[in-house]
């Protein structure tokens, strides 16, 4: 029987818009954080290894938490973005501070990754059944076969402030055509969603398909982001906010040809922590979701 898949965790951002590391912030009636309630969903859909890439000074804070929440029954292995992880040739130009984006953070944790392994981000709250058919995309796939799971715009939007989305293009069997990276999304009261593109506002379809950074990727992906990546360097590396996207880069090898990726749908409600207000909904809906007895007072697995 082969290994169970690994689920990744991007747990390096800065956390700019909320004002302070998302990653550690309590969050669940008994002080859990959403990343608790992300590895217990993927333990109970089959994932087997979870690989947590952040920044060195989160990681023993994060040991120190999962010890209390989590147990020990599920493997946890670190991994860091660090702002110079960069292929040979390449250096960190001065002022830069911001991380390189999470197509980077990907191929930051390479030495970690050696199955099929599913993507997340470690502040959104994807929901059991994402999981589970992520989790069964990733046991009956082919080496060029990828996947993403695909949320409803306007189930992913906050009331406080702009958020940036992924905005999907599927065709008639369902695989992901492309992609595109929008920054600055936003709801309009009563009338759906506008996107802010080459300095103005336009309106954007509120059912439009949505990738929450939820993939599924085999290990052949690394040797083709390192590509990309030294691609993206070469252009952007002297502009100190210049971000090297997941969905940017599944878009350019679709459109090589070099892979096929599957959109997978789940009928979950997304909800995260993009902005400090936006915490006290989260905390209510775990809360709701405990009482329901969708998820246990203890998170021990």
């Not at 058919?133 to 080496?143: C, Y």
């Not at 802010?196 to 059912?207: H, M, N, R, S, Y």
């Not at 400090?276 to 775990?286: G, H, M, S």
Request: glycine share 8%.
């Amino acid at each position: 029987m082969s290994a169970k898949p690994s689920l990744l965790i991007l747990a390096a951002g800065i956390g700019s818009r909320y004002g302070g590391f998302k990653q550690i912030e309590p969050i669940g009636p008994n002080s859990e954080v959403i990343i608790d309630y992300s590895i217990f969903d993927a333990s109970r859909a089959g994932f087997g290894r979870v690989v947590i890439v952040t920044v060195p000074a989160l990681e023993q804070p994060l040991r120190e938490h999962f010890a209390k929440t989590l147990g020990d029954q599920i493997e946890i292995v670190f991994a860091f973005q660090k702002l110079d992880d960069l292929p040979p040739g390449f250096s960190v130009p001065p002022g830069r501070e911001k991380p390189w984006g999470t197509a980077h953070a990907i191929w930051a944790a390479r030495a970690q990754l050696d199955r099929p392994f599913g993507v997340i981000n470690a502040d959104d709250f994807y929901g059991p059944d994402s999981f589970r058919v992520l989790h069964d995309f990733l046991v009956s796939k082919n080496a060029d076969e990828y996947a993403m799971v695909g949320f409803e715009l306007a189930k992913t939007l906050s009331a406080h402030g702009t958020v940036s989305r992924g905005i999907c293009r599927a065709d008639a069997h369902g695989d992901l055509v492309d992609v595109t990276e929008h920054t600055k999304i936003e709801p309009i009261a009563n009338s759906g969603a506008h996107t802010f593109v080459d300095g103005a506002w336009q309106p954007i379809p509120p059912d439009s398909i949505t990738s929450m950074n939820m993939w599924g990727f085999d290990i052949s992906l690394l040797p083709e982001l390192e590509t990309q990546l030294r691609d993206f360097l070469k252009t952007a590396i002297d502009n100190t906010k210049s971000e090297f996207f997941i969905p940017t880069a599944i878009d350019v090898l679709i459109k090589q040809q070099k892979c096929r990726c599957k959109i997978l749908k789940t009928d979950e409600q997304w909800f995260g922590v993009t902005y400090k207000e936006d915490r006290e909904q989260a905390a209510t809906t775990l809360s709701r979701l405990v009482e329901r007895g969708a998820y246990p007072a203890s998170l021990k697995i």
